[in-house]
Every structure is written in structure tokens, then in C-alpha cells.
């Protein structure tokens, strides 16, 4: 029992440790590659090629003024970066880095857990995390804020739908609901071969509920000057700029686990594919952000039910159907 | 409405249908193209850009071989100058050529324009390339003509 | 919706989206627009009144303020104003080397204007593409000038100084370099679904709505008419060129954009036959009344050097009148109404300034759009507060 | 260890649900609400209906409090009820009477145990297969008409709510 | 159409309410009482022949400093899209009034919503039956004309201290 | 039998009774619409309850049948509301007297 609680606490540690480091370095992730991709060269100034930059960042993010305004709802505008932040972290529990390894004559699986519910846990805390953003807007007072949180909601109650029926349909391939068991199924062939059409409904509803562009309605600094954060400062801000980031790397991480095979991979070790896949879809996430135009509110809306959702539900009715004739 | 022949209809141009994934890709591509240009960004002011000859910078009152101002306080440059920047106070002495007593240039004021040194008629006022003055107060902006004969002391170094 | 269901929203003057310090009032049913109110003035500096008290040349660093995105084509529009009440025209070479230098500016109008309107409805990479290409320009303008925003290289009479063969060479350059760039551009949007999407359909205007509004340059092309000032009233040695001009149909934000995106390629056009036309001679008229007789002349001949003085104190004269004049600047007809009165000063400098027209059609473009359509509008007529504001 | 945790999540989930009514602000209540079904979807947990457990998040809080919050914020309400209306003698006797209720079932709550007939579904099933594979196994057998029967039932929601909400041109 | 047959075109259809014709460098200028403008503006639009659809600007002249009469003019540019000319409408404002007034052109050209505007924050003459006829550039509660020849170029109080805290002239 | 299935029937009681106190007093539609959520949601919980007592599959089926209904009365009703309050420009319950409008 000591021996469980004690190996559970220090891999609790390091997954905390490492999705934190990689939240942070996904912000420099983003500053460099944008900058590269305008001509720029990004943070340069703290350490080398700007390595340090995230930590200033922090540093600075925590020690500045706290500014909560006249009319805000006090306890709910400290409450939503909180529910923000703690809905970001509590998904990073279930991602499965690796398969296990030995050490010191311990079986160490390279997961915290693997639930039975897998993919509907994360389904269910991320729409948790949308509270965050839906209730900052609406209770810093101020008009854009309101805005910004209602379309986040609306924009997130709509995406959950077809992201979750791009997941039944990996589900109806793999047989299990366990993220770990997906990822096993997958050792042979990688589920983005088999169901590519969920994979691109997948990354397009993942990318509107991450809220980045060309679905970053809630913020759109051009039209809602910043939409939901425009009045959070400090650690708050900071507390929600983490989130954004813990979610994109919880994004990647599940894109790679659903479709991209988890840890299999040839010559390398299992996380070491892991994280290159994880990464890479990082990459892609800022990379699609400085090419395309942010789409308008009403398309958005458009997209998801017209497009993404019958798509949604064709893919299914086709994974149904190849499965029955082939009797899988 | 005819319309001319020197006219050209762009709305031909206006992609009505169709093509919805590939321009996506094709914009991917691009901006992975220049992702792995260099960068055109300067690292100010670790590295300086060399300005053009004609740079319209700080001013600086030139000497001439014996080291005194060529300005004859003609106030040419106060009369022409548009924010009205320029105030000289002319100084002559008996049997001497006139010069300026004072010659004060407000530096916030100052556009930039150039025509002081278009219209001084002895070639005395000239815009340097000097072009990062900073400091703390207005005070410090306002030009006497010590300041304005070595106007390079006033380079910006980052510190 | 009950009455009294609306939000009222103020947008601007300190909005990423409002290009300077324009601020609408807008009132929304959800996101829809029922009614906004532009409100401008904040950055009014009674540019005419200052004028009045200047002399002709005096004027023209004050111009370069207006649009300051495109400063030498307000120059021009000033220069020519001035010179049709005085009677003089230029030589053929300051008129080309104006025609370039305008032509240039006009190029970084729409520079600037596509990278925000970009930027707007959130390609945030097209702007660092325009910037690197607007610095080309900008340091043509250095070379000419010494400075870059505002280069104020034209005086009334012809041009401040004579041009360098590294002007020359710049110029070159970009005329070659340019058209692959504009290709970029159109790699990033034209055929993007996302960026037809945001606009096409979006802030239509039909050819008499436009017309009646007022109406110029780009933004009444866009509509469909065929107006511009450079063909209708060729200015400047305008009607030595060979160039086309790009009219849309729908008058939507996209046909402006497609407009704007044809002008670069026939502005690049112009330059390119100026460049390799450019004629030899003097850069200023010969006229003692207006133009600065140079240094040399003046350290010999004392009447020069009175001249000189004369010339600096006071600047030419106008005769007693009235004339307007008018260029096609970047973002529509720039027009300078100036009434002379015999002396030195104008006596009265109206500028008739295309963006403010513009923004006056603003509320009944924007009815009935959404919050993202407004700024999408915005960015397309493609207005400068400098110029609205004065 | 798990009368710790009932007594816990059981009381946390009274009092915000006392919240829910006394709080002045809709969205306060409806926050109240949304902690409310986290602490049942912890006493499911318990229950050891993790599937049931997880879907109540999924579609209460995930779902429909989604829904009630972008109500609320759509529509501005901030202190509805500021008016200080009387309160009806009908209010009273209601409460009243619901008191008394709550009482009587309390008494058969706490004295009288459910009888436990055996079904057929024990821990040793469950555990063999997964609760989600047997749920599912009944759900498409025995169920199957009651599924289909609530899809329909959803599909008509939706579609009300969309020529309900739909503003007349 | 040639000036000339342009002036001549709206001599012969309001003979009287032209006071003068001028040219002005190449353009043609009309001189048109303030009565008559309305109804020759809508001729001037309408006409198949004239046809200026396009309201560039509409701008006014204090004439205070030069000694003319009458004191202020209101000039209006209009442009054919479709036959390429220009014409210079100028109205002199009855100096008569109290507050110099000229009927409003908004009816006919959109443009002259704000053109009108300006003029009227700016030089003080009103133009009657505008829709919306506030201040524009200046703020509400500004007090004066600042493009009368009478208004200081420096603006007013400029040289007096003001209460930073109530931005209030001491 | 579980384990403290009084407590866990107690616990639905009380949470029942809030539920239906909250219902009939307050005035704002969309509280009430929760407070039936909350009636529901005890009601889940005795089910829940019950099924595990059981050993039986019944009392979760019909959870799941609850909550459908109460995700499809929460579109419903919402747009009822939303309604509502265009057309009245309050959702005040005790404003709703008419039929019809």
C-alpha cells in the first residue's frame, strides 16, 4: 500500500512537473514559431534564443497588480480562471505517456490511471473548463466580457457535439472506452488510417474548443478587443493563459492518442513518439494560427451544425456499416 | 452604364464555389515556406540600421575651419520653420561678423521637415543622422548651441 | 424583441479594430447591428486653421499628417493645388519622379490597409508580409527625402531635391521584387474559404448608393463605377502612362479588396514605365517667385541671396482666386480647395478628404451586419483618422 | 471511509442546493446548481455507477447547466426579483405541506430497509466485464425500444426548442 | 460637357438664380442664390445631360478678412460620374441673418450628411432641414467657430492654467 | 444491500423537499426549472440507490431515461424562456397567466 501511494505521488510529480514545463514552453513554442513565420525572430532577450522567456513571463504574470473592476461579480471573476485552470489539469491525469517500465523491480505503468470511462472523462471536464471562460466574460462586467462568454458557451456546447461523435466512431473501431486500451488497439495500424474523416472533424472541433483561430470568437482581439480575459490582470490572466495552453497541449495529446497511434512507434521509445507527435500537432496549432482568418461568429455556428455534425454522423453510419459487412 | 476600355473587371476573379481545403494547404504552405526564411527584424539596438545620407536626424550647427559657428543669426530658419521650433538671439559686435547669442532648438517641437537647412543661406544648420535621442524630461529636449554642435553624443547605446 | 432589448456598445476610440481613435456606438440585438453612430473628432487639429497662417511651402509638412499611411500623394494633391493658383507647372521630370514617389505612397496605403484589414479579420501574418514590403518603400522614401513616414519631398514647384541614382536603383528593385509578393498575398487570401467567407456578401454597396455617398477612389471602383481621377482628369503626366483600372461588380468588401489588390499590380505598373522613361532636366520650375535658388548660386550673386531670402520669409505669392484641385489619392479623391487672397498665406485651405465622406456612409453600411461584419467594413473603405480628423 | 465521503458530499450537495434557492443572483444559483451535481456525481461514484456518474457531469453540468447559464447571461438577468412581492397564502401552505411530507418520507427512509431481492446483475459481473459493457449489453436488448423511444424524445426537444426560440421574420 | 455649355444649360433653365459665372483656373464656378439652390441642385442631379451624381464636398468661405460681401459662401463640387465633368456651385449666405442659414443639399446627396456637418461645426452656418445637424469635430459644448477669421489660431484659453483634476479653466 | 442505504434514502428525501420548497417559492422561472432539476436529480439518486441494492440494472436504465427527458425539457423550456422574455420582457413565473399573448 506504502509502496502504491508512494510510487502514485511521485508519478502524480512528474506529470505535473512535465505537462507544466511543457504548458510553458508551448507559449514559447508559439512566440518563436509565429515570429519565424512573420519574419521575426520572437523572444531573444531572456536566456538563449529567449529560453528563459516563459519564466520571466511567469514571474511577471504573478507578481503584477491585481485589477478586479468596479462592477464585476467579485466571487465568481476570481472563480473562473480557478475553474479554468483546474479543469485544464485535472485532464492531464489520464493522458497516456507511455506503455511501462521497469524500474528497480517496479512495474511502472506510464499513465496515472486508466479509467473504464476514458474518453468520456475527458469529454466531461473539458466542457467543465469552458465554465471558465463563459463565466470570466460574464462577470467581469463589461460588454465585450458578456460577449465573449456567450459565444464561447454557445461555440463549445455546439463543437462538444461532433467532437464527441468523431470520438464513437474511434470507439466503434477500438471496442473500449479506455484511452489506454485505444492506444493498444492501435499497435498495428494507427486509427487516423482508418477513420480519417473523425480525425479532421476531430482537429477542427478540437481547435474550436481550444478556442484558437480560426475559431478564437471568444477572444478575438480584432471585433471584442480580447473578449472573455479583456479585464483580467495578473495571476488571474495568467491562471487563464495557462489553461488556454494546458488545453492545447491536452488537445494534442489526445489527437495523438486517438489517432495517431499513442506511444507506438518504430526504433524509439514509447513517450519519446509520444512526444513528438504531441509536439508536432502543437507546431500545427500555431502554425494554422498565423496562416488563416478568423471565421465570423455565425459561420462558426454554421460550420458545426451543417457541416461538421452531418459529417459526424455519416462517419459513424459508415464505420457502422464496413464494420457489419466485414463483421468486425 | 458602358464602361471605358481602360477598365478591367476584377470581380471575374470572385471564386464563387468550390475550392474550400486546397487554398487552406496552399496558405499552410506558404507561411512554412517562410518560416524557414530568415528573419528581417533588426535586434535593435544591438544592431543598427545605416540611415540614407539625406536622414533627417537631430540638427547640428557647423563650425567652420576655426572652430566658430558659420551662423550669421539671419533667422532664416526660425522664419521658415512650420512648428515655429527655432528662437535665435543674435549677438553682433563692433567690426565683428554676427553670430548667433543664443540659438535654441526644441527638439519635441521640431518635425523633422528639413527646411532649416534648405533654407539657411550659409550652409550652417544641417540634420545629422542622428535619430534616437532619448532622456527623462522635456527640459532636456530643448537645444542650446553646445548640445546642437555635437548632436552624435546623443547616439542612443541601450543603457 | 421587447424595446429597450438592445445592448449599446461602445466601439472605440481606444479599439484594436477602429484605426485610430474612431469610435461607433453601435446598438446590438445580439450580435446583429440595429443602429451605430460614428463619432470622429478626436484627433481634429484644425489643420486648415493652422494653414491659414502659414506661407504656401510652410503647408506642406502639415499635409503629410493627413494620411499619413500615403504622405506623398497628399503633397501632391497640395503642390498641384497651389500650382494651378499660381499658373506654373512643373518640369517633366519632378512630375514623373511625383508621379513615382505618389504612386509609391499609394502602394503603401494599401500596404498598410491590407495588413490591418487583414490583421482585422485575423490573419495576423499578412500584415509582417506588407511591412516587409512597405520598408521597401519606406527607405526609397529615405533616400529621397531623408525620412520615411513622412517624407515631405515635394514643394510647391517641384521637389526638394533631385533624385539619386540609388533611388533609382531601390525603386528597380521593388518594381521587381513586388509582383511575387502580391502573388503571397493572394496565396494567403484570395481563395481562403475562411476569408470569402468573412467577405463576400458582406458591406455591399450598390453603384448609386455609392455615388450618392460620396463615394471615391477604391471603395466607389469596387462598386462598379469607372471614376478615377487619373484617367478622368489626368494630373501630373498621368496620361504618359499606359495603365488599367480595376473596377468590381458586387461592391461588396471582397470586390474592394480584389480592387485594391488590382491597384497594386497597375501602381507597380506606372512606376515601372516612370522609372524607365524618366526624363532628364531640372526638378523645379524656373520661376524666381517660387523656386529656392540653390546654395552655389547664392554664396556668388547677391541678388540671389536676396532672392533667396525673399523666397524662404515669404514663399510665393497667390494671385487673388479661388481653384480646386484634386489627385486620386490612396483612398479616394483628395482634394485641396484653396482661396487666394494676395498674399502669402492661403486664405482659406479646404480639404476634402475621402475618408470622411466614407465614414459618413459608415452607419448604413454596417446596419444589420454583425459585430465582425463591422470591422470587416471599416477595413475595407479603409479610412485614416488623420485624414477624417484634420 | 465511505461513510466519511457520503456524509461529505451529501451535506456539500444540501447546502448548495439550499444555495441554489437562496442566492440572489440567477448565476449564483445556477453556479450553486452546477457544485449541486458535482457532489451527486460523487454519491453515484460511491454508488458505484461510475458510467451514470460521469454522464451526469457530462450532461448536467456539462449540458444543460450550459444551456441554463447561456440563458441567463443572454437575457442580462442579474436581480430579477427585486421586487418585494407578498408572499401568498398559497406559498405557505405548500411549504407547509411539503414539510410535512418530507417528514413522513423521512421516517420510511430511514426505518424501512428496500427489499433486497437479488438481481441479476452482481459485482462479480461487473467486474468480469465492465459496467459499460453490460450497461450496453441491456441497453440495446432490453432497452432497445426505450432508447429508441428517447432519442425521438430528444430529436423532438431539439426541434421545439429551435421553432420555439426562432424569431418570427 | 464643355463648361460653357454647362453654364449655359442652367442660365437658360433659371435664368435669374444664376448672380454669376466665373471660371476658376479650368473649372467653372456658379454663382446661385441661396433661394433657387435647392432646385437647381436637383436639376443639376437629375438632368440627363448634367447628370452630377457625385457630391465631392461641400465647403464655405469666410470672407471677412478680404472685405467681400457677403460675408460667407458656401461652395458646393460636384462631379459626373458618367460624363466626367466638374462644376463649382457657390451660394453666398444672406448676410442679413442672424445665424447665416442655407438650405440643406442632404435630400439629394447622402454625402452631404457629414460635408454639411463640417461646415456647420466649423463655420458656424446652418443648413436648414438637415437631419442631424451636430457639431462633428469638435466636441459637444464648444463654443465658437474655429474657421471664422475671428477665432484665435492658438484656441482659446490656451495660455490660461487649468485644474488638471477638473480640467477647468482657473 | 449497500452500505448506509438509509443515509443515501434520507439524502434523496431532503434533497427532494429543497428541490420542492425552491420550486413553489421562488419567482424567477429559470430557478424553479432548476429546483425540478434538483427533485430529479434526488430521484436519480434513490434509483441509483435501489439499482445497487438490487442488483439489478433496472434503476440505471432509468436514469438515463431521466436525464434524456431533462436534457430535452431543458431545450424546451429554455426557449420557452427565451420567449418569454421577448414577448414580456420578464420571466417572473408569476407573470405567466395568459394562455395565450
Not at chain 4, 440572489?24 to 449541486?36: D, G
Amino acid at each position: 500500500m506504502v509502496e502504491f501511494l508512494s510510487i502514485l505521488i511521485i508519478k502524480t510529480l512528474v506529470v505535473f512537473a512535465v505537462s507544466m514545463l511543457i504548458v510553458a514552453y508551448s507559449t514559447w513554442i508559439e512566440r518563436k514559431v509565429l515570429g519565424h513565420v512573420q519574419l521575426r525572430h520572437g523572444p531573444t532577450r531572456v536566456g538563449f534564443h529567449g529560453l528563459l522567456q516563459p519564466i520571466a513571463d511567469g514571474i511577471k504574470g504573478f507578481f503584477k497588480e491585481e485589477v478586479v473592476p468596479d462592477n464585476a461579480d467579485k466571487p465568481v471573476f476570481i472563480l473562473a480562471p480557478i475553474i479554468s485552470i483546474a479543469a485544464a489539469l485535472s485532464l492531464l491525469v489520464i493522458i497516456p505517456f507511455g506503455d511501462s517500465v521497469t524500474i528497480m523491480g517496479h512495474k511502472i505503468t506510464l499513465y496515472l490511471t486508466d479509467l473504464d470511462i476514458g474518453i468520456l472523462y475527458v469529454l466531461g471536464i473539458s466542457t467543465i473548463g469552458s465554465y471558465g471562460v463563459m463565466l470570466g466574460g460574464w462577470s467581469s462586467g463589461n460588454k465585450y466580457g458578456v460577449l465573449g462568454g456567450l459565444r464561447a458557451s454557445a461555440q463549445m456546447i455546439s463543437y462538444e457535439l461532433s467532437m464527441a461523435l468523431a470520438v464513437i466512431s474511434v470507439v466503434m473501431v477500438s471496442g473500449t472506452l479506455s484511452l489506454v486500451g485505444i492506444v493498444e488497439q492501435q499497435a498495428g495500424l494507427w486509427n487516423i488510417v482508418k477513420q480519417p474523416l473523425a480525425f479532421f472533424i476531430f482537429i477542427v472541433c478540437g481547435l474550436a474548443e481550444l478556442n484558437r483561430t480560426p475559431f478564437d470568437m471568444p477572444e478575438a482581439e480584432a471585433e471584442l478587443a480580447c473578449g472573455y480575459n479583456v479585464e483580467y490582470s495578473s495571476m488571474k490572466f495568467a491562471l487563464f493563459f495557462m489553461a488556454e495552453y494546458a488545453h492545447m497541449f491536452v488537445f494534442s495529446a489526445m489527437v495523438t492518442t486517438l489517432f495517431l497511434g499513442g506511444w507506438h512507434g518504430p526504433l524509439l521509445p514509447g513517450p519519446v513518439w509520444f512526444f513528438i507527435k504531441t509536439f508536432a500537432l502543437i507546431f500545427f496549432c500555431v502554425w494554422e494560427r498565423s496562416t488563416f482568418p478568423r471565421y465570423r461568429y455565425d459561420e462558426v455556428m454554421e460550420l458545426g451544425w451543417k457541416v461538421l455534425l452531418p459529417a459526424g454522423l455519416l462517419n459513424i453510419l459508415l464505420t457502422g456499416l464496413w464494420m457489419v459487412i466485414f463483421n468486425i | 452604364m458602358d464602361k471605358p476600355d481602360y477598365v478591367i473587371n476584377v470581380s471575374s476573379r470572385r471564386p464563387e464555389k468550390g475550392k474550400y481545403l486546397l487554398p487552406l494547404f496552399k496558405g499552410l504552405k506558404y507561411t512554412l515556406q517562410n518560416f524557414f526564411t530568415k528573419p528581417i527584424t533588426i535586434q535593435y539596438p544591438q544592431e543598427r540600421r545605416e540611415v540614407r545620407d539625406r536622414w533627417r536626424g537631430l540638427h547640428r550647427l557647423k563650425v567652420d575651419d576655426q572652430g566658430k559657428l558659420k551662423c550669421v543669426a539671419c533667422g532664416l530658419c526660425a522664419k521658415i520653420c512650420p512648428p515655429q521650433a527655432i528662437t535665435i538671439v543674435p549677438y553682433e559686435e563692433e567690426g565683428q561678423t554676427r553670430y548667433p547669442k543664443e540659438f535654441i532648438i526644441d527638439e519635441i517641437r521640431c518635425i523633422f521637415c528639413g527646411f532649416c537647412q534648405e533654407a539657411c543661406p550659409k550652409d550652417a544648420i544641417e540634420l545629422t543622422k542622428v535619430y534616437d535621442y532619448v532622456d527623462y524630461h522635456r527640459e532636456d529636449f530643448i537645444f542650446d548651441i553646445e548640445k546642437l554642435k555635437h548632436p552624435e553624443r546623443f547616439v542612443f547605446t541601450g543603457k | 424583441m421587447a424595446e429597450g432589448k438592445t445592448l449599446t456598445l461602445n466601439m472605440g476610440p481606444h479599439h484594436p479594430a477602429t484605426h485610430g481613435v474612431l469610435r461607433i456606438v453601435l446598438e446590438l440585438d445580439g450580435e446583429v447591428i440595429v443602429k451605430a453612430t460614428p463619432h470622429v473628432g478626436q484627433l481634429h487639429r484644425g489643420i486648415e486653421k493652422i494653414a491659414e497662417g502659414m506661407n504656401f511651402q510652410q503647408v506642406i509638412p502639415l499635409t503629410d499628417r493627413l494620411d499619413y499611411t500615403a504622405a506623398s500623394l497628399n503633397n501632391l494633391g497640395y503642390c498641384l493645388a497651389v500650382e494651378k493658383l499660381l499658373g506654373i507647372e512643373v518640369p517633366k521630370r519632378a512630375q514623373y519622379i511625383r508621379v513615382i514617389m505618389g504612386e509609391l505612397a499609394r502602394i503603401m496605403g494599401h500596404h498598410l490597409w491590407l495588413g490591418s484589414h487583414a490583421l482585422d479579420i485575423g490573419a495576423m501574418t499578412v500584415v509582417f508580409y506588407t511591412f516587409r514590403d512597405r520598408e521597401m518603400i519606406m527607405n526609397i522614401n529615405e533616400e529621397a527625402s531623408g525620412y520615411r513616414l513622412t517624407p515631405s519631398y515635394l514643394r510647391v514647384g517641384g521637389l526638394a531635391k533631385d533624385i539619386t541614382p540609388d533611388f533609382i536603383k531601390f525603386v528597380r528593385d521593388f518594381v521587381k521584387w513586388f509582383p511575387t509578393a502580391i502573388d503571397g498575398y493572394h496565396t494567403l487570401l484570395t481563395d481562403n474559404i475562411i476569408w470569402r467567407k468573412r467577405t463576400m456578401g458582406v458591406g455591399k454597396v450598390s453603384a448609386e448608393d455609392a455615388v450618392n455617398f460620396g463615394f471615391t477612389g477604391p471603395s466607389l471602383r469596387g462598386s462598379g463605377v469607372p471614376y478615377d481621377l487619373r484617367k478622368v482628369r489626368p494630373y501630373s503626366s498621368y496620361d504618359d502612362f499606359d495603365f488599367q483600372v480595376p473596377v468590381g461588380e458586387v461592391g461588396d468588401v471582397y470586390d474592394r479588396y480584389l480592387v485594391r489588390m488590382e491597384e497594386f499590380k497597375q501602381s507597380i505598373n506606372i512606376i515601372d514605365q516612370a522609372i524607365e522613361n524618366l526624363p532628364e532636366g531640372p526638378v523645379n520650375v524656373d520661376n524666381p517667385w517660387v523656386a529656392n535658388p540653390d546654395l552655389g548660386a547664392v554664396m556668388e550673386d547677391i541678388s540671389a541671396l536676396i532672392r533667396r531670402f525673399k523666397i524662404q520669409c515669404e514663399g510665393p505669392h497667390a494671385p487673388e482666386g479661388e481653384v480646386y484641385a484634386s489627385v486620386e489619392g490612396s483612398k479616394g479623391e483628395l482634394g485641396f480647395y484653396l482661396v487666394g487672397d494676395g498674399s502669402e498665406h492661403p486664405y482659406r485651405m479646404k480639404i476634402r478628404s475621402p475618408c470622411y465622406i466614407l465614414t459618413s456612409a459608415l452607419p448604413k453600411m454596417i446596419v444589420g451586419h454583425m459585430i465582425a461584419d463591422v470591422i470587416a467594413i471599416i477595413g475595407s473603405i479603409d479610412i485614416v483618422l488623420g485624414e477624417i480628423d484634420r | 471511509m465511505e461513510l466519511i465521503m457520503l456524509l461529505l458530499c451529501g451535506g456539500f450537495a444540501i447546502v448548495t442546493s439550499l444555495m441554489v434557492i437562496f442566492a440572489k443572483n440567477t448565476i449564483h444559483s445556477a453556479l450553486w446548481m452546477v457544485a449541486s451535481f458535482f457532489f451527486m456525481a460523487v454519491l453515484y461514484l460511491l454508488l458505484r455507477a461510475e458510467f451514470i456518474a460521469i454522464l451526469q457531469i457530462i450532461v448536467y453540468a456539462g449540458a444543460i447547466m450550459m444551456f441554463i447559464i447561456y440563458a441567463i447571461m443572454m437575457l442580462n438577468i442579474r436581480q430579477e426579483e427585486g421586487e418585494k412581492a407578498p408572499v401568498r397564502k398559497s406559498k405557505v401552505v405548500g411549504v407547509v405541506a411539503l414539510l410535512v411530507l418530507f417528514l413522513e418520507l423521512l421516517v420510511v427512509a430511514v426505518n424501512k430497509g428496500v427489499l433486497a431481492m437479488h438481481g441479476p446483475i452482481t459485482d462479480q459481473l461487473m467486474q468480469k466485464y465492465g459496467q459499460i459493457a453490460v450497461l450496453s449489453n441491456f441497453l440495446f436488448s432490453d432497452y432497445l425500444l426505450a432508447f429508441e423511444l428517447a432519442s425521438i424524445l430528444l430529436t423532438a426537444g431539439v426541434v421545439g426548442a429551435v421553432v420555439l426560440a426562432k424569431q418570427k421574420q | 460637357m464643355e463648361n460653357a455649355k454647362i453654364a449655359e444649360t442652367v442660365k437658360g433653365k433659371f435664368g435669374d438664380a444664376v448672380l454669376a459665372e466665373q471660371e476658376c483656373c479650368d473649372d467653372l464656378q456658379l454663382v446661385i442664390k441661396a433661394e433657387a439652390l435647392l432646385d437647381v441642385m436637383r436639376f443639376l442631379h437629375d438632368d440627363e445631360q448634367l447628370a452630377f451624381d457625385l457630391l465631392i464636398d461641400v465647403l464655405s468661405i469666410d470672407n471677412s478678412q478680404r472685405r467681400r460681401k457677403p460675408r460667407f459662401e458656401v461652395v458646393y463640387v460636384l462631379v459626373s460620374t458618367t460624363h466626367l465633368h466638374r462644376l463649382l456651385v457657390k451660394v453666398p449666405v444672406a448676410d442679413e441673418l442672424e445665424v447665416p442659414e442655407v438650405p440643406t443639399v442632404t435630400g439629394i446627396w447622402h454625402a452631404a450628411m457629414w460635408a454639411e456637418r463640417e461646415v456647420y461645426d466649423l463655420m458656424g452656418i446652418r443648413f436648414a432641414d438637415h437631419p442631424d445637424l451636430r457639431r462633428i469635430l469638435t466636441w459637444d459644448g464648444f463654443e465658437g467657430h474655429p474657421l471664422r477669421k475671428e477665432f484665435p489660431v492658438e484656441g482659446k484659453d490656451f495660455d490660461k492654467k487649468w485644474d488638471p483634476d477638473t480640467i477647468e479653466v482657473l | 444491500m449497500v452500505a448506509y442505504q438509509n443515509l443515501y434514502m434520507a439524502l434523496a428525501v431532503v434533497l427532494f423537499i429543497i428541490g420542492a420548497i425552491g420550486a413553489i417559492t421562488r419567482r424567477n422561472a429559470i430557478v424553479v426549472f432548476m429546483c425540478i432539476e434538483i427533485m430529479l436529480g434526488a430521484v436519480n439518486l434513490l434509483f441509483i440507490t435501489f439499482s445497487r441494492a438490487n442488483q439489478s440494472l433496472d434503476g440505471i436504465f432509468m436514469v438515463l431515461f431521466v436525464m434524456a427527458v431533462a436534457a430535452a425539457e431543458a431545450a424546451v423550456g429554455l426557449a420557452i424562456f427565451i420567449l418569454m422574455y421577448r414577448k414580456k420582457g420578464t420571466i417572473n413565473v408569476e407573470s405567466f397567466n395568459l394562455m395565450k399573448w
